[in-house]
């Protein structure tokens, strides 16, 4: 059977020019990102511009307490680099520590979940090394924004009137800053945050005090900027104010163990990408810290099938493609994290294929992670009954009883010159924990995804990073950046890229097209966010997908929820055509905010 043709009405069309191209999961910072281009900024100061911009403008998506992955290839490198803002466990958090306050799991929510934040010293090394504006005219944006104020997203609205109890008796700090008149400001309210925007004045101040001219000149105020965030008052008010016991996700009250020290102990840095072909295309993505290879991983075990099985529009694909995602999401719970991951061994032909051969004509409810001689599995403790949530756990849980699942951010940025950047920011959401009142925002909570029971990679321990979910993808031909690819959406981000992918590359589907089209995930597997609950068989899928494929997945056993029509995935994207040179982007219609630009 021939793969499913593509839709011939998009809800907007693939961009194309010659000039530059930028996409995000929000108009302001698409726009950030273009205007920098416009004034002769490159890729890369466009994308730290557009970041800080999502910090103030996706409050409830994302923060500067939070965490950053970005994979990217600057004009003339012959391959992509990764760059790694996640933070690590504190020095205080040991599962010793967790356990003797009562806790079996990581909490969804408060400063027990705080990993050391990652993305802004992360932003500020790319924009110091790649980059080549000035820091005040790159953060000038995001302060005017903060300062000035924007229109509150209805999506962030909501939220705030989710959590607007625990803000009034608890977290009172938050409260004040996101319900001034004491009531959830409704959608469109101008908000601002202007202590935020002191805390970015602070760091344009601390690199102004360098005055050498030049590239060299220019690397050392950035690295003042950085020294500042690590050392002065951003850590210590954050590590102060987290020090008193305060409302968690499990309902009780626990102090923070984050303290300056850890801020100064952090440095981002860069990796190489892991790699795997794909029908003529290298696939390129961050380390076995974040769920990253686990798209390689399902990408290499759909690739010798025929190309029906391949369809996600087809009962027959979107059957293969769920149980090849639950394959590779269950090696992923079972050997990722900052630890010793053997990749080679997980990538390698052999061991595809006999993970392959487990694929059946029915739905699989069991965990089925790979073996690896002379080494056992981790098999996590499976639930299917979460307790009662608070307000804030997830990512985000807003709901006041249950949850109301979110996504975080996603950028991509490529310009005239050949360079690209794709890059998922997100954590420190405004639900996260308490707001630090001298700051204007919160800390994170990316330790969630850590387990205290130990001996395994994704074992809570002081110094290791939690294994994130974030995610970005960066697709080549013969060394060449093609694409670069990304979403929000927690556990899902790889499952809603890897249908694009395949739309693309398999089906020659357009950009917009591909990312338009009917999507579906699994929730067969362990949640990466509090409380870590499964669906055994579990398969969320959007009704326009049809009824005869839904009804066809349900015979095989698949435990269906319908989403309806246009509610799965966030994924944005921007390439270059290798046959014309020609530069294009595409954005994501749900949601109603994600938007591309370029010329």
């Known amino acids: 059977m021939a793969y499913t043709p593509p839709p011939s009405f998009t809800t907007r069309p693939t961009l194309s020019g010659t000039f530059g191209m930028s996409a995000s999961t929000h108009w302001i ?13 490159n890729a890369f100061d466009a994308s730290v511009a557009a970041a800080f911009v999502l910090h103030v403008v996706e409050p409830h998506l994302n923060g500067p307490g939070g965490d950053l992955v970005a994979i990217f290839q600057a004009a003339g490198d012959t391959a992509p680099t990764v760059l790694m803002g996640q933070g690590p466990a504190p020095a205080g958090a040991t599962i010793e520590h ?12 408060g400063a027990l979940a705080a990993a050391v934040p990652g993305a802004v010293d992360a932003w500020l090394l790319l924009l110091r090394d790649h980059g080549s504006w000035e820091l005040a005219d790159v953060l000038s944006y995001a302060i005017g924004y903060a300062r000035d104020g924007h229109p509150l997203l209805p999506q962030a609205a909501a939220t705030i009137a989710r959590v607007a109890e625990l803000f009034a008796e608890d977290w009172t700090t938050s409260r004040d800053l996101w319900m001034p008149d004491g009531e959830p400001p409704g959608a469109g309210t101008l908000v601002r945050n202007p202590a935020y925007a002191d805390v970015l004045d602070g760091l344009v101040h601390a690199s102004c005090t360098v005055r050498d001219d030049g590239p060299v000149g220019r690397a050392a105020r950035i690295d003042a900027a950085r020294r500042e965030w690590k050392t002065g008052a951003v850590a210590h008010e954050a590590a102060s104010f987290l020090s ?7 309902g009780g009250l626990h102090a923070g163990v984050i303290t300056a020290d850890d ?27 974040t769920q990253g290879p686990a798209l390689l991983q399902a990408l290499a075990l759909l690739e010798p099938l025929p190309d029906e099985l391949l369809d996600p529009s087809q009962e027959a694909g979107a059957h293969t493609i769920l149980e090849v995602q639950k394959l590779a999401l269950a ?18 032909d052999d061991y595809l294929a006999a993970r392959r051969r487990l694929v059946a004509d029915d739905a699989s409810t069991e965990f089925r992670p790979g073996e690896l001689p002379g080494r056992t599995p981790f098999r996590p403790p499976l639930s299917a009954d979460a307790p009662r949530r608070s307000a804030g756990s997830g990512e985000p849980t807003v709901a006041r009883t249950g949850e109301t699942r979110g996504d ?20 420190g959401w405004l639900q996260s924990s308490p707001t630090i009142p001298a700051l204007g925002f919160c800390l994170g909570t990316r330790l969630q995804m850590t387990w205290l029971e130990p001996g395994h990679p994704s074992s809570l321990v002081p110094g290791r990073r939690p294994r994130t979910t974030l995610t970005p993808t960066l697709v080549s031909r013969n060394g060449v950046p093609e694409l670069a690819i990304g979403s929000p959406g927690g556990d ?15 089906g020659g589907y357009s950009p917009q097209q591909a990312i338009d089209s009917p999507a579906l995930h699994t929730t067969s597997m362990p949640e990466s966010f509090w409380p870590r609950t499964w669906t055994p068989g579990g398969a969320v899928v959007e009704d326009r997908l049809g009824e005869s494929l839904i009804a066809g997945l349900e ?6 929820t319908r989403a309806g029509d246009w509610s799965l995935g966030r994924v944005s994207a921007v390439g270059r055509d290798a046959a014309t040179g020609t530069l294009w982007a595409a954005a994501n219609a749900r949601g109603m905010q994600g938007y591309a630009a370029g010329r």
């Open 29 to 41: 910072a698409t726009a950030t990102a273009q205007a920098v281009l416009e004034r002769g900024g």
């Open 98 to 109: 967790y356990r003797a306050e009562g806790l079996d799991l990581v909490p969804g929510s």
């Open 244 to 250: 008193a016991p305060h409302r968690h996700s499990t």
């Open 263 to 289: 801020f100064a102990g952090f440095d981002a840095g860069y990796e190489p990408a892991v790699t795997r072909e794909f029908r003529g295309r290298t696939i390129a993505k961050a380390g076995a810290w």
């Open 331 to 348: 090696d992923r719970d079972a050997w990722f994290g900052d630890d010793d991951v053997d990749l080679e061994a997980l990538l390698s």
């Open 408 to 427: 975080t951010c996603h950028l991509d940025v490529i310009d005239r010159w050949g360079n690209i950047v794709s890059a998922t920011p997100s954590g």
């Open 492 to 506: 899902q981000q790889d499952q809603w890229q890897l249908l694009v992918l395949l739309r693309m590359i398999v």
């Open 555 to 560: 015979r095989r056993g698949h435990a269906v």
